[in-house]
């Protein structure tokens, strides 16, 4: 099984940026598309942005123009670049694996907190 680990997460100010990375332990390619998803406590967990093995990208409502999903093939890496955050994307955002909107293979996650 293909095993997913985040990175990049930490402690920003309002209106900066991070990059989160998903590195994968064999080819993204096993999976027609990856997604990251996050957590706030209290809340259910939601898809923030997905790419397909093609390509493809789409974005919640409430993140599109900040966030970037992106995918590096040689490298078996996804990452969301985060732009202009706000105190609202403080969650733990989790990286996935899956096939036809469902996703099965889960990295451990990795908390993004931005302050106010």
């Known amino acids: 099984q293909v095993q997913l680990v985040e990175s990049g997460g930490g402690l920003v100010q309002a209106g900066g940026s991070l990059r989160l990375s998903c590195a994968a332990s064999g080819s993204i390619f096993s999976f027609n598309a990856m997604g990251w998803f996050r957590q706030a406590p209290g809340k259910q967990r939601e898809l923030v942005a997905a790419i397909t093995s093609g390509g493809s990208t789409n974005y919640a409502d409430s993140v599109k123009g900040r966030f970037t999903i992106s995918r590096d093939n040689a490298k078996n890496t996804v990452y969301l670049q985060m732009n202009s955050l706000n105190p609202e994307d403080t969650a733990v955002y989790y990286c996935?694996?899956?096939?036809?909107?469902?996703?099965?293979?889960w990295g451990q996650g990795t908390q993004v907190t931005v302050s106010s």
């Open positions: 996935a694996g899956g096939h036809g909107g469902r996703y099965y293979n």
